[in-house]
């Protein structure tokens, strides 16, 4: 079957670097995706991974090993405002979405 | 409108009655995706379609039908609900049908 697997929960500091992990196992990929969720809201595109290695995008990172079968985000400079959930999703061979559960995320002053 | 717009934001529904719940972008993708999203569990597909004229069962499609007559809309439709189908639903689009998805506000049903 697939499966995407990451913590369901995480708390950091204000000002503090997180990093969340991402594990899969999948029929086929075709590129993993972090997207971000706060509470109430629809999911909205953060960061796309189809190679390995690091991808940057102002505080926030995105890393893929595919024979690891293994993502991170990594946000840094923590604000209250990235209080949310973090979902790891990634595309089959069907190009279809496989979604983790997500990750509530809860930034501390 | 401005990307996705969804209807109704919520809703109560006895159980039994028909519902169709509404969808419509402006981005001219032709890529289009229906979610639902219940605690604990990462979102799951119901059904998408890949272009006008077209669609395709998801994880998990019974219960639920879905039409796409044009690019723009694509209604959900619940035949006969029952309170398992309480869930927030999402509608999203993507361009090519391979890239980023792009979500809808979504819509809050719950079953009695």
């Known amino acids: 079957g697939q499966n995407i697997d990451q913590p369901t929960e995480m708390t950091a500091t204000e000002g503090a670097i997180v990093q969340i992990n991402c594990t899969y196992q999948?029929?086929?990929?075709?590129?993993l995706f972090w997207y971000q969720q706060h509470a109430g809201e629809a999911p909205t595109f953060l960061s796309y991974n189809v190679l390995d290695g690091l991808e940057e995008k102002g505080r926030f990172s995105s890393f893929l090993s595919r024979s690891k079968g293994y993502s991170y985000l990594l946000l840094k400079e923590l604000q209250m405002k990235d209080s949310a959930s973090y979902l790891c999703?990634?595309?089959?061979?069907?190009?279809?979405?496989?979604w983790g559960a997500g990750t509530k995320l809860i930034i501390k002053p | 409108i401005a990307g996705i717009t969804q209807a109704p934001t919520s809703q109560i529904l006895a159980a039994g009655r028909r519902m169709t719940l509404r969808c419509t972008q402006d981005m001219r993708h032709n890529a289009m995706y229906w979610y639902r999203q219940d605690l604990g569990l990462g979102l799951r597909l119901i059904h998408y379609s890949n272009t006008a004229g077209t669609t395709g069962k998801g994880e998990v499609p019974d219960g639920y039908s879905v039409s796409r007559a044009n690019t723009d809309d694509f209604p959900l439709t619940l035949a006969s609900a029952v309170p398992s189908q309480t869930s927030v639903y999402f509608c999203?689009?993507?361009?090519?049908?391979?890239?980023?998805?792009?979500f809808g506000p979504g819509t809050r049903l719950t079953v009695l």
């Open positions: 999948t029929s086929g990929f075709n590129g």
């Open positions: 999203a689009s993507s361009d090519s049908g391979r890239g980023e998805q792009f």
């Open positions: 999703a990634v595309m089959d061979s069907n190009y279809q979405l496989i």
